[in-house]
């Protein structure tokens, strides 16, 4: 059994890190907060705006339909993992890893694949590859819409060029503060929706479909690719908020079990020495 002394440094230690992870469980609730109004309130917006294009695309000839609808024979690929700059948050990030690795050595294993990195670990995690074309990690110093626009704009001008036939976004998709839903997202080619187009029957189009999708598919990607860092963002202060409270139970536990420990040790130092003056005692008198 360890020593007194060993034992009142484990409990001083141990009450420290739960001090830690019950802060860093603080800071990211309040932080989610505000993320999590952010992601619900742009999602619906997000959602409709990609069914009405896509409903619009699908209504197209082939000859009037845009250059972000071509279907080309899948060469090469692009993956956008999108992660987080720091760690402490679970899982979060090690299952994006797993899903772009998956998608890398399975789905595309026929296919030149090339990553993006959206986050320092997916960089960190992908850059020995040799494979990563840029890294974006200080999007989320400043997370706004025209940051991000930017990445989906060069994302847009590479397929458009041929560097890509396709484009996929692998993130973490909120859906409450202990549930994240990794989530692979295809970027472009925009995806046609199955059967037949509603879409005419149920809006007027002024201008025309073709001049309304060239304006408007742009606008729509860079919205898809918010939604889905914003998403991811959401994600982990949920996924931190939640590793932090389990942490914090953990350290609670095991703090208690070493001062019970702790208690038991002190009491058989004392109950010896009493022994030993005992016995001490009764040899004098002897």
């Given amino acids: 059994m ?14 420290s890190t ?14 989610l907060k505000k993320a999590q109004d952010a992601i619900t309130a ?51 990030n090690s299952n994006i890893i ?13 296919q030149e694949v090339s990553y993006l990195a959206v986050g320092k670990k997916s960089n960190d995690a992908f850059k020995k590859t ?27 001008n590479k397929f458009v060029e041929g560097e890509f036939d396709k484009i996929e976004l692998v993130y973490n998709r909120f859906k409450n503060a202990a549930t994240q839903l990794v989530t692979t997202e295809q970027f472009l080619p925009i995806v046609p929706v199955e059967g037949e187009s509603s879409v005419s029957g149920d809006y007027i189009f ?26 991811s963002f959401a994600s ?19 703090r208690d079990q070493l001062k019970l420990t702790y208690n038991k040790a002190r009491q058989a130092a004392i109950t010896n020495e009493i022994l030993e003056i005992v016995g001490g005692a009764e040899a004098l008198n002897n």
């Fill in 130 to 156: 040799g494979q990563i074309i840029a890294n974006h990690s200080d999007v989320f110093d400043d997370l706004t819409f025209d940051n991000v626009a930017d990445i989906a704009q060069d994302l847009m």
């Fill in 236 to 254: 982990e202060h949920g996924a931190r908020m939640t590793a932090m409270h389990k942490a914090t139970d953990n350290a609670t536990e095991l």
């Fill in 18 to 31: 739960m001090q830690i992870t019950s802060a860093m469980k603080m800071v990211s609730a309040a932080k």
């Fill in 42 to 92: 742009m999602r619906p917006y997000s959602d409709k705006l990609t069914e009405l294009l896509q409903s619009l695309s699908a209504s197209l000839d082939a000859d009037s339909g845009s250059m972000f609808s071509e279907q080309r024979e899948v060469k090469k690929v692009l993956i956008v993992a999108i992660t987080s700059n720091r760690g402490l948050c679970g899982a979060f």
């Fill in 206 to 231: 002024e201008p025309s479909k073709v001049e309304i999708v060239e304006q408007l598919i742009p606008k729509s990607l860079k919205t898809q690719m918010y939604k889905a860092v914003r998403d």
């Fill in 98 to 110: 797993k899903e772009v690795t998956r998608l890398a050595n399975e789905t595309y294993a026929n």
């Fill in 2 to 15: 360890a020593n007194l002394k060993e034992i009142r440094n484990r409990i001083s230690s141990v009450s």
